[in-house]
């Protein structure tokens, strides 16, 4: 009893200590940007940006942009690492992998999806319709089904053919290169200066059956807290999944980092937490931030990691600073 006294007592007088001393200060009241803008990773990002400027010129908010980019990508059914025209797993079946957030701090996400053509849309009706954050697989697809999204089989061919030139060797193993990690990660600021982002992508091609990466995982592959800002991730999701790289990076935010010093210390830390599990050289992680001024950051461990901005009406497509240097 008195030992739990003095604990108490230890525990009254820590309370009373500055607890804002432990945190580094903000130094001014961030002004949000008000003027659009969105970012997504890769040079495709240009057609997902344009898509979700549209929106915002329509006076969309910040998820109808998000979720405007994701269906374009999502549309081209020649993209082989989004949508229904995906590589697909081992067993020859193209799964998707989705997630949305919006400003209010609401998620939605879907995994395991088949033979549904828009899947960011499915997260979204599962944010805004269920009490729920995440379905899965068969009863994710009921639910699509159910709430007006058809079933439909399509094969890219171009898919079907790089699997079967895949089952010649059957070898396991992820490569760093774009084609094989092109998820798209799509962050986006309204005309409230309001934040939401949202990530699509077939995943890992030739991947074992029910594998699921970052891209679905709310603060893995996306995160938005719209009093600080946004990350979103690509490269090889089980890096990221290791490390909540995107919650990681808004939290250094929220400690007063710029998005591009969130960015590298994250892949700092994705590097350190995974080096007893992969080398270096068989990975690709790449991450993408903005803060509430509309400031940005990128960064990736290998070079090659591009990223797609249109912000005030300028479309662009910038390359990524990285860890190491190819
Ligand atoms: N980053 C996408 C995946 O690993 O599935």
Not at 66 to 81: F, I
Not at 95 to 100: F, K, M, N, Q, V
Not at 259 to 281: D, F, G, M, W, Y
């Amino acid at each position: 009893m008195k030992n739990r006294r003095n604990f108490l007592k230890a525990l009254g007088a820590l309370s009373a200590l500055p607890l804002l001393s432990f945190v580094p200060e903000r130094k001014k009241t961030p002004v949000r940007f008000k003027k659009g803008l969105v970012i997504s990773t890769w040079n495709f990002g240009l057609k997902a940006n344009a898509a979700a400027a549209q929106k915002f010129l329509d006076g969309g908010k910040a998820v109808d942009m998000v979720e405007a980019a994701g269906r374009e990508m999502e549309s081209d059914l020649t993209e082989l690492s989004i949508g229904l025209g995906g590589l697909p797993d081992r067993e020859g079946h193209t799964t998707l992998d989705a997630c949305i957030m919006n400003h209010e701090g609401k998620a939605g996400s879907v995994c395991f999806l088949e033979q549904i053509m828009h899947p960011v849309s499915v997260a979204r009706a599962i944010m805004e319709k269920t009490p729920h954050v995440i379905l899965v697989g068969e009863g994710a697809q009921q639910f699509a089904v159910a709430n007006g999204f058809p079933k439909d089989n399509y094969t890219n061919p171009a898919a079907e053919k790089a699997w079967q030139e895949w089952l010649i060797k059957s070898e396991y193993k992820p490569i760093i290169n774009i084609e094989n990690h092109d998820t798209i990660g799509i962050l986006g600021q309204d005309a409230d200066g309001n934040l939401s982002g949202a990530c699509t992508t077939s995943g890992l091609a030739f991947k074992m059956r029910g594998r699921v990466g970052d891209s679905p995982i709310i603060g893995s592959g996306l995160y938005v807290d719209n009093k600080v800002g946004a990350a979103t991730a690509t490269g090889l999701g089980e890096t990221i999944l290791r490390s909540c790289s995107s919650f990681l990076i808004v939290e250094l935010m929220r400690q007063g980092l710029h998005p591009q010093a969130a960015c590298e210390e994250a892949i700092k830390r994705l590097v350190e937490i995974n080096a007893s599990i992969l080398k270096v050289e068989d990975y690709q992680a790449c991450f993408l931030a903005c803060n509430l001024e509309g400031e940005v950051g990128a960064y990736s461990v290998h070079p090659g990691f591009t990223y797609a901005i249109w912000k005030d009406g300028k479309p662009e497509v910038l390359p990524s600073k990285s860890l190491l240097n190819g």
